[in-house]
């Protein structure tokens, strides 16, 4: 387990290897429940085998990017979702400080409620349901455990990943296979491209910045304008796109209507532009060709 500059926890999912192919040799990743050739095995609910490897990689930053983001899942089994998107924290956050880290948490969205969104980062917490919760938690542990800390909310995260499950490869998914997708014509957000959240997350790790910060698209739509202009993008007949409004989907979990996130602000202090929706479904339907994908 060799030392690294960077450590990203969670380094097997969508944002995780993203950072990983972004840091190149600067970082060390761990992974749990995906294990992934080169990554370390790490169960952040395991309190010891956290601060082990975090001692061991004597990271200058940790980036923590593993939840459980299933938001239907935490809402009917909000034990599991405690276990891992709380208490996994804590153990992070513990590790982090003992080891004198610089510690970027990723957040998100759903900490806010859904009357007034895009949300900008110093309105208050409303989350309406378990996941968004025990993430508003989390955030108060990570600011109460160290002090050199960022919070990082994104939102909407979408991009290709071998056998990934956002929200638009899935809308690429159900077109080339024929299934039909009901999608919420009332659910309002800002697609975010996975790698925005990467450069994001380096240029923080870089900097002296603290606080909650928002990293988001710059575009406002709902899932279904979402849906169709990635069937467009990807030379899918749209018809597979059914639009219903959210209480038809009968969601486990409530959803906030007016989510996403303000990130004008993380922008300009970063230098950034952040993907909108034309050129990021763009990028994304070369990675599938790249993939091996016939469009």
Not at 70 to 94: K, L, M
Not at 135 to 164: F, N, S, W
Request: hydrophobic letters at 40%; one cysteine or more; proline letters at 5%.
């Amino acid at each position: 387990m060799g030392r690294a500059e960077i450590l990203v926890v969670g380094a097997s999912g969508l944002v995780g290897s993203e950072l990983m192919r972004h840091l190149g040799g600067r970082a060390a990743g761990t992974c749990n429940r995906h294990p992934s050739p080169g990554l370390l095995a790490c169960d952040i609910t395991d309190a010891d085998r956290t601060a082990k490897v975090v001692e061991a990689v004597s990271p200058r930053v940790i980036i923590h990017t593993a939840a459980l983001t299933d938001v239907d899942y935490c809402e009917t089994d909000p034990d599991a979702s405690h276990a891992i998107n709380v208490e996994g924290t804590r153990n992070v956050a513990r590790a982090a400080a003992q080891a004198g880290a610089r510690y970027i948490f990723v957040s998100t969205d759903y900490v806010f409620g859904g009357e007034q969104g895009p949300h900008k980062p110093h309105e208050a917490f409303a989350p309406v349901n378990v996941y968004g919760g025990h993430k508003a938690e989390a955030e108060g542990i990570v600011a109460a455990t160290v002090d050199d800390h960022v919070i990082l909310r994104a939102c909407g995260l979408y991009g290709y990943q071998p056998a990934g499950k956002n929200f638009v490869q899935a809308v690429f998914e159900c077109g080339r296979t024929g299934k039909e997708m009901r999608v919420p014509l009332d659910q309002w957000g800002s697609p975010t491209l996975a790698s925005d959240i990467s450069e994001a997350a380096t240029r923080i790790a870089d900097s002296d910045m603290r606080g909650a910060v928002h990293v988001a698209g710059p575009d406002y739509l709902t899932r279904l304008d979402l849906a169709r202009r990635a069937a467009d993008a990807f030379g899918l007949d749209p018809a597979f796109i059914h639009g219903v409004t959210t209480a038809e989907l009968n969601q486990a979990a409530p959803r906030p209507l007016k989510a996403g996130l303000d990130a004008s602000d993380t922008a300009t202090a970063l230098g950034m532009h952040f993907v909108g929706m034309g050129e990021g479904l763009v990028r994304m339907r070369a990675a599938l060709e790249a993939a091996g994908y016939s469009m």
